[in-house]
Structures are given as structure tokens and as C-alpha cells.
Nanobody, 116 residues
């Protein structure tokens, strides 16, 4: 059984920062990749950032230069440092992890709200 536990969401003013964390636990052999998606009501879930290794990352164009994804392999944890937040970043953010031989798992989602 695998579980992803998120933390770090909240309410901030435009221009502020938040750091999201997501830890994977359970019978994990190896994590192939971890990442973050976000979704707002009425819209499709969209990729924010993913990381396979320190040298293999992918960011949505809308967050490049503002968000940074990082990973602590020893703790099976992925982070998303969000700087220069904008109201349009408001969404439910979902952690995801693809675990080798097991498949993809999702966190419960955490609300990020950016006020103008």
C-alpha cells in the first residue's frame, strides 16, 4: 500500500511564496518520477512540474522561473517551491508519483489561494 501525504498549501498575497511538500510512504521499491499538477473548477488538470532526476525536470511555461521542483530520494519526498505567486496560480495542487513496478499514485490535493 502506498500513500502520498501533502503539506504546505495555504493563502498568500500576490508576490508571496509557498513551499509544498509531498512524502510517499508504504511498500516502495523505487520512485521513478514525482511531480505536481493543479486544477481549478471547470478546467482540466494541468501539469505544473515533474522530476525524474536532478537533470530531468519539466515545467509548465506559466511557472518557469518562479517555481522550482526538488526531490529528496532518501525521504521519498518531492517539494515545490513557489515564488512570485500570482492570483492565476490559485488551484488545488496534487502531488503525483510513479513508483517502479507499482504504477502512479496521487495525493489528496492541497489548496493554494493567492489573493490580489
Amino acid at each position: 500500500q502506498v500513500q502520498l501525504v501533502e503539506s504546505g498549501g495555504g493563502l498568500v498575497q500576490a508576490g508571496g511564496s509557498l513551499r509544498l511538500s509531498c512524502a510517499a510512504s508504504g511498500s516502495i521499491f523505487s520512485i521513478h518520477s514525482m511531480g505536481w499538477y493543479r486544477q481549478v473548477p471547470g478546467k482540466q488538470r494541468e501539469l505544473v512540474a515533474t522530476m525524474v532526476s536532478a537533470s530531468i525536470t519539466n515545467y509548465a511555461d506559466s511557472v518557469k522561473g518562479r517555481f522550482t521542483i526538488s526531490r529528496d530520494n532518501a525521504k521519498n519526498t518531492v517539494y515545490l517551491q513557489m515564488n512570485g505567486l500570482k492570483p492565476e496560480d490559485t488551484a488545488v495542487y496534487y502531488c503525483t508519483s510513479y513508483i517502479t513496478t507499482m504504477g502512479r499514485y496521487w495525493g489528496q490535493g492541497t489548496q493554494v489561494t493567492v489573493s490580489s
